[in-house]
């Protein structure tokens, strides 16, 4: 089939999982319904987190990026990948890890009044910036560095050879790249952040911090108001689809063209900016990585808790993440364009509820949706997980037939041949990367499952969840501790998978 | 015979006008200012460009209809000739099998035989990336080779070797398709390539490419379009 | 013929297992998690039934409203009373007949259609080793230093959170808002469910969090720990209740109506209180498991109707939302 057919079908889907449910939640709803005085006020609130959250994760992201692009030390692979898990741990559990280390009796705070000094509070919208940037940080680390390994090792050779200032190298090299990859960045993170509302209620301290995604739980879950949840669903896809084009707008990145496949070590490597960057490495682990030791660290006795009917629902887990990541790479690869990218984020625009609750409608007249707990998790896994992919894949997919346009057309490759011999090889980095990203957050509960939960097929999250709401809060820590190693085990192992013996 | 018939192309203020007739194994080398248009000219012959009017045929036979796969031509780019990532033995295998399977014994003899006739006899197994840029070039001739195609077109391939190998390199040509009886266009900056490559040579300058003329006799006498490039 | 004979003793397999009458019920998932009651009351009731009783975990009067007439649920188990004013307008479900009169509910119920099955009541939880001395009353809690900390619940997200704002319309009345002014300071922060907010104080977050009366006998009983306890307000503590309720149109009527009348049972009641952390609601003081006996528990208890619930309930979210924006 002619690639376009495909990448219309692609988008095709995508638009249908994502309209459907929220026509078939209107039409349900049978009417539109007036937002209330305090939705304008969350709906403000909402935009002004979602920016600043998105601005600071990845202006940080900036140093640490550059920092990891061109320092080579022992264990920079596993920091690159534990790096990526505060992504992939459930809200819940990640909210409780960030709060051990920032909250009123946190280690900072208890760092703080050992010297004597006055005690900080998280809590405001300081504290829901912060934690969506230790959510997002990594993944913005992860897209930028992919950036900085992609500017080819003969421009950095040319760039080392003419004596360029660090000054020129950023005009030169590091700008433009990061013009063409920052905006995408940016859109992809306003756009988790648009939806967030656990987190940004608890760290927001109470109802100033009241975002549309709330609003949208309230009228689904509790005042059964479809309207309600129908009009801020469609207010919310339409934020990210506008943060999505003016992103697109933004990163008319030319790319940097190709160079051969050789390692060029980089010559940029002066002393005063290695202290700097061994500054930042060090911030950004700490910052990261004590919240997610302290996760670690409760969640050990909690481990021997743990009965099989938690292993089991790991099994399950594992299977959905294995099944989306299938699905969401499949459905990835012919999408992977620009406009592709900005329909692929109507999957995490849209509210998880009303995705789900649409497509409870659309399935219950066919089907039992219980019996489609599984497939139907992991088919929206693999759509919340499309953005992400694409983002990863997209830049590169873009430069390789950019590149290699012309010799196709020479030689007349057939779509299968170009698939499995230039595309998918060449893709390799990028297609592992995000293949770990979307396993392990498919291995994080994505919240449809309300309506579709099966008790025989829990997921792991479901139990985290299960346990905390039975007092069972150790054992509980210990299911989180073991769902943060299957998922950081699936991300590491794909992840990797696509470095090692790459030809490329 | 390439027929180019009242040819034209056009883009903002570029434009570019044709009409000759080459015969088969020419060898035609194409010289002319800088952005004077002779890469747009293999680019309409390849198909990689469409004319705004008239046609390029191949023994009398209309190319226009045709993808640059399915045209008797083959090209040798100034870079991307190979993937980097597949070995010389699976690139020149997408070559001549392009639905990707494995070439069967025959196709892999003829695999064998393109690289020992450009001399890289055992470089089967490595990467483009591991080869000297002579080789590299060797192993991109060896791939048109294979292609086996009576139109060759090669656009400043061999610009960035040192001026020896890029000699080497044209007598190679020069010698496989005469074996071959290809036509060759050769798109050259240096007089000194083309007066050794190609008896012949078309010059492309304010926007019209002319018909080939004896290269010697160009070069001594150029058309005053020429003259300035040539720096007399 | 010998696969027509496997086939033959597989579809006789089959057909036995469909004869087996399923009761489907609908509850919330801390039910059917197997630590919640949900596995104990699956294996009594088929005990008894001879039947298959099924669990359908989820959000229980959403799915139900979506779902309509055409609900294959039999049974509703896990309503709370924000809930029942809208589930008994939809028309979807029948009368409980059950008598009442076996209730040891602190207040007076005479609903037909939703039949408790075990209760508790909003408190704030606090740890006698941090706390040494709780607010002894709610307005002892409002005029408490600024560092006392506590964490509640959204109440538009959360059932706890809004029967906490109910609770302080109870206590409060036209001065909720005034209430909430003052003990806006000393709430830490604001979760979207009840887990959030006890982690966060089993992590030491917080001095005290919005939880049930009930709290403690989980950590008496199953971690042997006393120093969790309920402060308890002489004003009154709002009065939380789960409800079972049966689906009208059922295709097993008898069946549900036997799960019913095994709600009251004395199995399931002695059952409960461990099995949900609640106090059971058809079971006298001595029938308790020990731990539970040892509960402080308020003389007053505070409850609107669903009728009063549903009236001021947007004028307490109003006050509790304007008074924390502040």
Known sequence: ?504 | ?232 | MKALTVAAALFSASAALADTPVLTVYAGDYITSEWGPGPKIEEMFEARCGCDLQFKPGDLLPRLLLEGERTEADIVFGLTTDATKRARESGLFAPHGQPLDALTLPIDWTDEVFLPFNYGHTAFVYNTERLAEPPASFDDLLNAPDDLKLVIQDPRTSISGLALVLWVQAVYGDEAQAAWEKLAPKILTVTKGWSESYGLFTDGEADMVLSYTTSPAYHIIAEEDRTKKAAIFPEGHYFMVELAAKVANTDQPELADDFMAFILSEDFQSMIATGNWSIPAALPRDGWPDGFKELDLPEKVLFYSEDEAAALRDTAIDAWRRALSQ
């Not at chain 1, 009796?105 to 405001?124: D, K, V």
């Not at chain 1, 930042?280 to 682990?285: D, E, N, S, Y």
């Not at chain 1, 809060?473 to 470095?499: K, Q, Y």
């Not at chain 2, 000699?167 to 798109?187: F, P, Q, S």
Request: some cysteine.
């Open chain 1, 1 to 504: 089939m002619a690639p376009r057919a495909l990448a219309i079908i692609a988008g095709a889907l995508v638009i249908g999982l994502t309209l459907g449910p929220v026509t078939a939640v209107i039409l349900r709803a049978e009417g539109w319904s007036a937002l209330r005085p305090g939705d304008w006020q969350a709906l403000r609130f909402t935009l002004v987190q979602a920016t600043l959250s998105a601005f600071f994760s990845v202006l940080f992201a900036i140093p640490v990026a550059r920092a990891l692009a061109r320092r080579q030390f022992r264990g920079r692979g596993a920091l690159v990948a534990l790096l990526g898990a505060p992504f992939i741990l459930p809200v819940i559990v990640a909210v409780l890890g960030l709060l051990a280390v920032f909250g009123t009796s946190g280690l900072a705070n208890r760092a703080l009044s050992a010297l004597g000094l006055p005690e900080l509070t998280i809590y405001g919208l300081h504290g829901v910036v912060i934690a969506h940037v230790f959510f997002n940080l990594p993944l913005a680390t992860r897209l930028i560095l992919q950036g900085w390994l992609a500017i080819p090792g003969e421009r950095l050779r040319l760039a080392a050879s003419l004596g360029l200032s660090p000054r020129a190298m950023w005009q030169v090299l590091e700008a433009p790249m990061l013009r063409s990859i920052a905006p995408g960045a940016f859109a992809v993170i306003f756009v988790i952040c648009l939806s967030s509302f656990a987190i940004a209620l608890t760290l927001g301290g109470g109802p100033r911090a009241t975002t549309v995604e709330l609003a949208i739980y309230q009228a689904v879950r509790f005042d059964f108001d479809l309207a309600r949840a129908a009009v801020l669903s469609l207010i919310q896809l339409g934020l990210a689809l506008v943060a999505g084009l003016a992103a697109l707008r933004l990163s008319r990145g030319e790319g940097f063209g190709i160079g051969l496949d050789r390692v060029v070590p980089r010559w940029d490597s002066g002393g005063a900016a290695r202290g700097l960057d061994a500054v930042w490495i060090a911030l950004a682990a700490l910052f990261l990585l004590v919240p997610l030791a302290t996760v670690v660290w409760r969640g050990v006795p909690g481990l021997v808790l743990l009965g099989p009917e938690v292993w089991q629902a790991a099994g399950h887990s594992m299977l959905v993440a294995l099944g989306s990541t299938a699905l969401c790479l499949i459905w990835a690869l012919p999408l992977a364009t620009r406009t592709g990218e900005v329909i692929g984020l109507a999957g995490i625009a849209l509210s998880p509820l009303v995705l789900g609750t649409g497509l409870f409608l659309i399935l219950r007249p066919v089907v039992n949706p219980v019996d489609l707990a599984l497939p139907v998790t992991a088919l929206v896994n693999a759509l919340v997980s499309l953005p992400f992919a694409l983002r990863i894949l997209r830049p590169e997919a873009e430069t390789i037939r950019r590149d290699y346009a012309r010799l196709r057309a020479a030689l007349g490759l057939t779509g299968w041949a170009w698939l499995r011999h230039v595309l998918l090889p060449r893709l390799r980095r990028p297609l592992g990367f995000a293949a770990g990203l979307t396993a392990a957050l498919s291995m994080g509960d994505l919240g449809v499952i309300a309506l579709f939960a099966d008790p025989d097929n829990a997921t792991l999250p479901l139990k985290v969840y299960g346990l905390m709401g039975a007092y069972r809060m150790e054992a509980a820590a210990g299911a989180a501790l073991l769902l943060l190693t299957l998922s950081l085990g699936l991300f590491w192992g794909f992840d990797r998978g696509g470095r090692v013996g790459a030809r490329a």
């Open chain 2, 1 to 232: 015979m390439l027929e180019l018939d009242g040819l034209r192309w056009r883009a903002g203020d570029f434009a570019l006008e044709a009409e000759m007739q080459i015969a088969p194994g020419d060898r035609v080398a194409v010289i002319g200012p800088s952005g004077a248009g002779k890469s747009t000219l293999l680019d309409l012959v390849a198909g990689f460009r469409s004319p705004e009017v008239g046609r390029v045929l191949w023994q009398g036979r209309d190319l226009g209809p045709l993808s640059p796969a399915a045209r008797p031509v083959t090209i040798l780019f100034q870079d991307n000739n190979l993937f980097p990532h597949l070995s010389i033995a699976r690139n020149l295998g997408l070559a001549v099998r392009p639905d990707g399977r494995r070439p069967d014994a025959a196709q892999t003899g003829r695999i064998g035989d393109a690289l020992a006739r450009v001399g890289l006899s055992g470089f089967e197994d490595r990467l483009p990336g591991s080869l000297s840029g002579g080789q590299q070039s060797r192993a991109a001739l060896a791939r048109v080779l294979v292609q086996d195609r009576p139109v060759l077109l090669l656009d400043e391939p061999f610009a960035a070797l040192g001026p020896a190998l890029r000699a080497e390199m044209l007598d190679l040509v020069a010698e496989v398709t005469a074996d071959t009886g290809a036509l060759v266009l050769l798109v050259s900056h240096d007089p000194k390539d083309a007066l050794r490559f190609a008896p012949q040579a078309i010059v492309v300058a304010e926007g019209r490419a002319h018909a080939p003329a004896d290269t010697a006799t160009l070069l001594d006498d150029p058309p005053p379009a020429l003259r300035a490039y040539l720096g007399h």
